[in-house]
């Protein structure tokens, strides 16, 4: 393949600068009023920070942290980073201390740029002595400098750094399911496919309108959203909390809106507490009033003007994608890893009869299924490799390949459908393996359930455990619910192998979150802590089909 030479991201930023100097790049609400950032007025300020940065002794090659929740200063600081010369290294805002100590310390990071955060004590007990401080304009530890004032104090900086296409972009570091997590090493290469090569077929134009609010230290958002639409002039909103995120995305009222299945189901959720799932049925019968339903729905959503939904980094039921296209909402999935530095399929132009694939590869990632059933993937999307863990990387990376760890299949169309993780598989004690992901996506088709866990390791029979949605309460009766989840197993166990048929469906009394340490940053379940969490509860012998947690039945 021909070394191909994409733009890099200051390149980009200072064409936006130039062409469109006075349009509106990024809108922050501070207080419920939106703070609005041109094209020039983002380029400048980035060019004075870069200029500061360089002040306070930082070289060339240098790592500089991010801890914050998204925002407009994000960007610049990032952006800021890069044309200085140093690498940025993104910390999840919802790490712990020990997280946050072994990636600045990983990363031999001399600084870290610190945002809004809602709980300051993992920051302050996670810095180590040494690192240097900077506080962006919002409440925060006390730092040794001011993101404001050094913007303020510096003169745009002018030999603004150059890279090569193999220089180090960022370092990732993965949200982990287990373990430390792991630092990939992301060229500006991989980013300029990412941001241009990779979603041709997506058609951004400086007339989208985007909403950032997923981690930022994620590849997905960094890629597809940031740097996507840096690269395309999109204008990026952002949320103030997550009591105005509904506010505030129909606010931005996005053209494109990408999001995880956790909050796609959570949508579900929100909008079968207000219709129940038979009086919906009911209304989109009724040709006069199926349109006024589908438009209001869009409305509450703030999807009115959204010609792009996107699902990506987890598995998505295809039983959601297909209650969503109902509301004329399609869900267009996609695929990728950190990695692959970002999209690597995508079921676009949106074909239905494409739901339970991620689609095709996009333009120039090769991708083939192992004679062993493994995905791998090629092409510039591929990252250089694990920093400082080259045993790692040569058991990833080989012979031109990423070996994904994921199992998939490819259609005779060449789209792309996961089937689940190598390392996700386990053998019940009838000694045949199953795979849990597939098992899920059929009890997903009950839109009362929210998460899912099939597990089962050593048992005669996988058992389910479920989180229900928030309202479930409120719209049926305990029984009610029993009697729908028990249909549920009966319609999901028709469809599976005998090995893999579920014994009983577990309802869990809490829902897994970032917070109790049951999801990563990214909204995927920690199996292996689920499992653990459960362990006693799956192990014990059940009669009935649907066993409520903290009860007897």
Not at 224 to 230: E, I, P, T
Not at 280 to 302: A, F, Q, S, T, Y
Not at 330 to 341: A, L, Q, V
Not at 529 to 548: G, H, N, Q, S, W
């Amino acid at each position: 393949m021909p070394d191909t030479l994409y733009p890099v991201p200051y390149e980009m930023l200072r064409q936006w600068a130039s062409k469109t100097p006075d349009r509106v790049y990024l809108r922050q609400p501070v207080n419920r009023v939106y703070r609005e950032k041109t094209w020039a007025q983002a380029h400048d300020e980035v060019l004075r920070l870069a200029a500061a940065f360089r002040a306070l002794g930082l070289k060339k090659g240098d790592v500089v942290a991010i801890l914050g929740k998204n925002t407009a200063e994000w960007f610049i600081s990032d952006f800021a980073i890069a044309a200085a010369g140093l690498i940025p290294a993104p910390i999840y805002f919802t790490a712990g201390a020990d997280t946050i100590r072994y990636v600045l310390e990983h990363s031999e990071a001399k600084a870290i740029i610190l945002g809004k955060l809602d709980n300051l004590e993992p920051a302050r007990q996670g810095i180590p002595a040494g690192v240097m401080t900077i506080a962006q304009p919002y409440e925060t530890l006390p730092c040794d400098h001011q993101m404001t004032d050094l913007i303020a104090c510096h003169a745009p900086l002018v030999d603004v750094n150059i890279p090569k296409m193999d220089d180090t972009f960022s370092l990732i570091y993965t949200s982990g399911t287990t373990g430390n997590p792991k630092g990939i090493v992301v060229t500006f290469r991989n980013i300029g496919y990412s941001s241009t090569t990779a979603v041709e077929a997506l058609n951004y134009t400086e007339n989208d309108r985007l909403i950032s609010y997923l981690p930022l230290a994620h590849i997905t958002e960094r890629a597809m959203v940031q740097h996507v639409g840096l690269y395309h002039g999109c204008s990026v909103a952002f949320t103030e909390s997550l009591d105005t995120f509904a506010e505030d995305v129909r606010n931005a009222s996005p053209t494109i809106f990408i999001s995880v299945p956790r909050l796609w189901m959570k949508f579900q959720s929100g909008i079968l507490a207000k219709l129940p799932q038979k009086k919906l049925d009911r209304l989109l019968r009724i040709p006069v009033v199926r349109g006024m339903v589908k438009k209001k729905i869009k409305k509450l959503l703030g999807l009115s003007s959204t010609r792009i939904c996107g699902s990506g980094a987890a598995p998505i039921s295809p039983a959601v994608l297909e209650w969503f296209s109902r509301l004329d909402i399609n869900i267009t999935e996609g695929f990728g890893m950190s990695e692959t530095s970002g999209l690597v399929t995508v079921n676009y132009p949106f074909r239905h009869s494409k739901i339970g694939t991620v689609g095709g590869p996009a333009k120039e990632a090769r991708i083939k299924i192992s004679d062993e059933g493994e995905l791998l993937i090629a092409g510039d999307c591929i990252v250089k490799g694990y920093y400082k863990d080259p045993e790692k990387t040569s058991e990833t990376f080989r012979d031109g390949w990423l070996h994904t760890g994921d199992m998939g299949e490819i259609d005779t169309d060449g789209s792309l459908k996961i089937t689940g993780r190598v390392k996700e598989l386990f053998k019940t004690g009838k000694g045949k393996y199953v795979a849990p992901v597939p098992i899920e996506s059929l009890i997903a088709e009950n839109p009362y359930v929210e998460q899912i866990c099939v597990m089962g390791s050593g048992l005669p029979q996988p058992v389910a455990v479920v989180v229900r949605g928030d309202a479930v309460g409120d719209i049926m009766s305990l029984g009610e619910e029993k009697t729908g989840l028990a249909e549920t197993l009966k319609k999901t166990n028709a469809r599976l192998e005998g090995h893999e048929k579920l014994s009983h469906i577990v309802v869990a009394k809490e829902p897994w979150t970032i917070e109790n340490g049951l999801l990563t940053p990214t909204r995927k379940i920690k199996r292996n802590l689920v499992e653990k969490k459960y362990a006693d509860l799956i192990a014990r012998p059940r009669t009935d089909a649907v066993v409520f947690e903290g009860t007897n039945s």
